[in-house]
């Protein structure tokens, strides 16, 4: 009998441990959003928010997950002062009547123990729009200096931003844009 109960109890300390839903809080300085688009034909143009907040939840083993994400469409750069105020102005962003973007997810999709993609909506000037974001890198780990459970991810979607209120000279300059978003998140 003795026998019997020491090998339930090996046993139970070998067991896998069952994980459990864990928050991880965006890092400020590793969290960005960026949007590409057809400038007349010409070029691709790139820029991007400078301020990226929120939170994502991720449950591994349940394969489930959240993600909550707020872009300060104040904080967006072009590079160029002028063209940022241009997009600010109420032909486009209208950033003192909207000043921020949402992403909300409805659920995360995983291919084996990877997570491909996210689905959820997404909310530019009062309009919200349904928004699958795939998944291109995801990884979770001790952050080296940190010392804290971290996780990164980036993830793409494409828009039509006339589909936001934001059809301004559609379509010479182009209609659809494309969202980049590079997280960085630490274990809350």
């Known amino acids: 009998m003795k026998r019997i109960a020491t090998l339930a109890i090996a046993a139970t300390l070998s067991l896998p441990a069952f994980a ?4 991880y809080g965006l890092d400020a300085n590793h969290t960005f959003t960026s949007f590409s688009y057809s400038h007349f034909g010409y070029s691709i143009q790139q820029s991007r928010f400078d301020k990226t907040t929120g939170s994502v939840t991720i449950d591994r083993a349940a394969k489930t997950g959240s993600a909550d994400i707020t872009i300060d ?3 967006v750069s072009t590079g160029s002062e002028a063209f940022n105020g241009h997009l600010k102005g109420d032909g486009f962003f209208d950033a003192d009547k909207f000043p921020t973007a949402t992403y909300k997810s409805t659920g995360f999709k995983f291919d084996g123990d990877k997570l491909a993609s996210i689905d959820g ?6 309009v919200t729009k349904p928004a699958t974001l795939t998944v291109t890198n995801f ?5 080296p200096m940190s010392k804290k459970d971290a996780c990164g991810a ?11 209120n934001l059809g301004k000279y559609v379509p010479n300059v182009g209609d659809e844009v494309t969202i980049t978003v590079a997280i960085e998140a630490v274990k809350q």
């Not at 909506?121 to 009062?126: A, V």
């Open 121 to 126: 909506n997404l909310t530019i000037k009062g």
């Open 139 to 143: 990884h979770c780990m001790p952050h």
């Open 154 to 164: 980036n993830a793409t979607t494409k828009i039509k931003r006339s589909d936001f």
């Open 20 to 23: 459990a839903p864990e928050t």
């Open 73 to 75: 469409v104040k904080s």
